[in-house]
């Protein structure tokens, strides 16, 4: 018995219905979303704390603020959103109205990961309303206590006939993808983006895949050296290393190692403490899978600093390793832990050529005092995401999209974005009935006065267009 197919049924009748497609309905929807995080605040802030053992502060800056900035931002900006664009017309054209429509795709889904396991399937689901679609939601399995209270609480603060929230794990998630979708949303590993781009292609259905990678870290030898560990020492052990835009390797010169790890050491102990594991700030591997992955990883190179760990606790130390081969196992995968290993190289080239050989990273950063380094990595490389001189602040802004390129994914979504991706942009144009004797140019007999005529008529400056 297929579990979905009740679920499904439900919300194409819905769309077909047109119910999603007013302003006020996509409105009323955004707005159900946003009591839902302020009425549940503290019920989400316990479960991220029993999930990932995530401090409040950062629940509240990575989870629920940005979500209801997200939301806050479509509501201001629903209508103009919307708005049909007009487009320039030729001499062809001129008489006619043409423009894009913003349409909905229909019924959606949004398969969503365990590390931010609010952020990520809420933010996107932000853009899917707005846009006007009904969704299907599919929150990781790994994450269990939000997802109890996305499956218990959401659907009551959200048109039940429009949106579902579904259960299960990989097995189910296969059933689930065997239906046609109108569009899906993934957020998760590159293995599992194949999985979902293959079912996609089953029915021709569009895909986000937000992924993710090895993000490099350059930093050059005339930095600060406590500047940027502060920095990279923040954004690497944030949510304890697990965010798929965190600084995954820095590439340095032997001298600015011998510089940047004592540096590393010091910030580690004034954010996190002697103990860091006495810390209420540092957070936990989020379950015995993953501490056995990354536990694992520490002993590739040297550690320089850190690399104790509690399988109990599901507590790995905030860690430093030098002395690292590519060869190792820490440099073959996203490590997507508190863990950031340093190679040395001997020269800005020598930095851009192992970028450059690597699959194309989700994000990229570069540290120098001087711009024109800054400027060169980012003219020299490609990566989804670009941040210099700190960690991943690109992601604050709502009016930059966010997303992978290559192996680090497909699409982008964040703000405007957002809408963007969940809306089909049809191109409309609307003509008179009558004006038969003008148009008639264009009909057989052919003559190469008419040809003319038409050439003239359908230029644009900056455009060729196509009269069909």
């Not at 080239?349 to 711009?371: Q, V």
Request: hydrophobic content about 40%; aromatic content about 8%; overall charge neutral.
């Amino acid at each position: 018995m297929d579990p979905f197919e009740d679920t499904l049924q439900r919300l194409r009748e819905a769309f077909r219905e047109g119910r999603t497609r007013s302003a006020e309905f996509r409105a009323a929807q955004l707005k159900g979303l946003d009591r839902f995080l302020r009425e549940n605040q503290q019920r989400l802030q316990e479960a991220l704390m029993q999930d990932l053992r995530k401090s409040a502060f950062e629940v509240e800056l990575s989870e629920i603020s940005i979500s209801r900035s997200e939301i806050n931002l479509a509501l201001r900006n629903l209508r103009s959103w919307m708005k049909d664009e007009e487009v320039p017309r030729n001499l062809a054209t001129q008489l006619d109205s043409a423009f894009i429509r913003k349409e909905p795709f229909g019924v959606v889904l949004i398969i969503a990961p365990w590390n931010y396991p609010l952020n990520l399937i809420l933010v996107p689901l932000v853009g899917a309303i707005a846009a006007g679609n009904c969704v299907v939601l599919k929150p990781s399995e790994v994450s269990k206590n939000t997802e109890k209270i996305l499956v218990e609480m959401l659907p009551r603060y959200l048109d039940r006939s429009c949106f579902a929230v579904v259960l299960g794990g990989p097995e189910e998630t296969g059933q689930l993808l065997e239906h046609k979708f109108d569009y899906i949303f993934f957020t998760g590993s590159t293995r599992v983006g194949k999985i979902v781009m293959a079912a996609a292609a089953q029915h021709l259905t569009p895909v986000t895949l937000e992924l993710g990678g090895k993000n490099p870290c350059y930093v050059d030898d005339d930095c600060d050296p406590q500047t940027v560990a502060n920095r990279v020492a923040l954004f690497r052990y944030f949510n304890a290393g697990q965010t798929c835009t965190a600084p995954d390797y820095v590439l340095c010169s032997p001298a600015m190692q011998e510089r940047l790890v004592p540096a590393l050491q010091d910030a580690i102990a004034r954010f996190y403490g002697e103990d860091p594991r006495a810390s209420p700030d540092l957070g936990r591997i989020i379950n015995d899978q993953h501490f056995r992955r990354l536990r694992g990883l520490l002993g590739c190179g040297r550690v320089a600093v850190g690399g104790q760990s509690e399988e109990s606790d599901r507590y790995i130390a905030p860690t430093v390793l030098v002395d690292v081969q590519e060869t190792e196992p820490v440099m073959q995968e996203e490590i997507f832990g508190p863990i950031l290993p340093i190679l040395t190289v001997s020269s800005l080239d020598e930095a851009m050529d192992f970028i450059n050989r690597r699959e194309k990273p989700l994000a990229l950063y570069a540290f120098s005092r001087r711009s024109q380094v800054v400027k060169q990595v980012l003219a020299r490389t490609s990566s989804g995401g670009f941040c210099g001189n700190d960690g991943f602040m690109h992601l604050i802004l709502a009016s930059l999209p966010f997303g992978g390129v290559g192996a680090s994914g497909m699409g982008s979504y964040h703000g405007k974005f957002s809408f963007d991706t969940f809306s089909h942009r049809r191109a409309c144009l609307l003509r008179r009935p009558g004006l038969e004797k003008l148009y008639s140019v264009r009909y057989p007999p052919y003559s190469p006065r008419n040809l003319r005529v038409l050439l003239v008529a359908m230029e644009t400056r900056g455009c060729s267009c196509t009269l069909l």
